[in-house]
């Protein structure tokens, strides 16, 4: 059994990572960490473990993080890159599910993140953790960076295009949205019930924290820089992104000459977390609420050359835990699937 810790796992990416690993049967969860509310049983935070997980929360100087296979960081941004490497030399593997070690140019992720980076030389060595790119470097990785939901959204949505060539990277458009849960779970006035039901808003169009981490990913399938507008908007639902992506086809592709449907089918033909639709098709959030699925349809509006993709993920699960948990099933050599079967949940 994989031994595995959590490190903050009050928060809505913590109970999803519980939920999951609960049920993985490769696992057992040792440690769970909580500063504020060490002690108190993780069933009595979230009834929804009773009878699932009998672990109270600990504090962190209490757990015994070194003793884990394998320890997540459910953690606002710069906690994990203060205490990966301790845990590292203790022969521990780390996913890291905030940004601290996703983007590999250190000032430029200090600039979108104000802070100092505590650990340089570990951003170097960590693996972005998108297995439908990353699988084989995942599978020695000792630190991964896990991806952010509109990354993950956005990325698994463009890939097949850029891979192929086909588009102009100067003009990729992403317009994406999400629901409340992925602000996290705290208290700000913009996500009370009042502000965010019955609404719907743009926000950092000016520039976003996850642009800098979709541009690399971008820029690494297509072979150079590509340029990108990213609007993220906030939608009045509890879970799930919707990112509609647009290209225009290079100048030089004959629009009738090539199969955009066949191109993302035999991309993604042997990928267990991402569907790609029937033709003409339209993802939806609820048809991947509470799954590790990413949904994608892809189109060419009125035959012409612009190309539309729909990509739909839930943000907390393919999104976050469940990313992480595919990532962990991949370094530990078991099946990639294992934990991660469930079936969307509808209504």
């Known amino acids: 059994m994989i031994k595995a810790g959590i ?24 440690a769970i960490t909580s500063r504020g509310d060490a002690g108190m049983l993780v069933a009595d935070m979230f009834p929804s473990l009773r009878g699932k997980v009998s672990l109270k929360f600990v504090a962190p100087d209490d757990a015994r993080l070194s003793d884990c296979d394998v320890v997540f960081f459910a953690t606002p941004n710069g906690i994990a890159m203060q205490q990966a490497a301790a845990l590292l030399e203790a022969g521990v593997r780390v996913i890291d599910l905030a940004a601290d070690f996703r983007i590999k140019d250190v000032a430029e992720w200090e600039k979108w993140y104000g802070m100092k980076h505590a650990s340089p030389p570990l951003v170097a060595e960590a693996v972005y953790g998108l297995p439908e790119v990353r699988r084989e470097a995942i599978r020695t990785a000792r630190l991964l960076a ?68 979709i541009r690399q990913g971008l820029s690494l399938m297509a072979g150079e820089s590509v340029g990108l507008t990213f609007v993220p908007h906030l939608t009045p639902m509890i879970r799930g992104i919707h990112a509609t992506l647009y290209a225009r086809l290079k100048p030089e592709v004959d629009p009738q000459s090539i199969d955009l449907q066949a191109l993302y089918e035999k991309r993604y033909g042997f990928e267990s977390f991402v569907d790609v639709l029937p033709s003409g098709s339209h993802p939806d959030t609820r048809s991947v609420r509470a799954s590790n699925t990413c949904r994608i349809a892809v189109h060419r509006p009125q035959g012409g050359r612009t190309v539309v993709v729909l990509s739909a993920i839930d943000n907390l699960v393919k999104g976050a835990a469940g990313q992480a948990v595919q990532n962990m099933n991949i370094m530990f050599g078991i099946e990639e699937c294992a934990g991660l079967l469930h079936i969307p949940v509808l209504p």
């Open 146 to 213: 896990n991806p952010g939901c509109y990354p993950t959204a956005v990325q698994l949505g463009f890939m097949p295009l850029l891979e192929a060539g086909l588009v102009d990277l100067d003009t990729l458009i992403a317009d994406a949205k999400s629901g409340v849960s992925g602000a996290g779970r705290k208290a700000e006035t913009h996500i009370l019930f009042a502000e965010a039901a019955d609404n719907f808003k743009a926000y950092g169009v000016h520039g976003h924290r996850h642009l800098p981490e």
């Open 7 to 30: 490190v903050g796992g009050t928060g809505y990416t913590g109970v999803e990572l519980l939920r999951l690993l609960a049920q993985h049967p490769e696992v057992q969860i040792t």
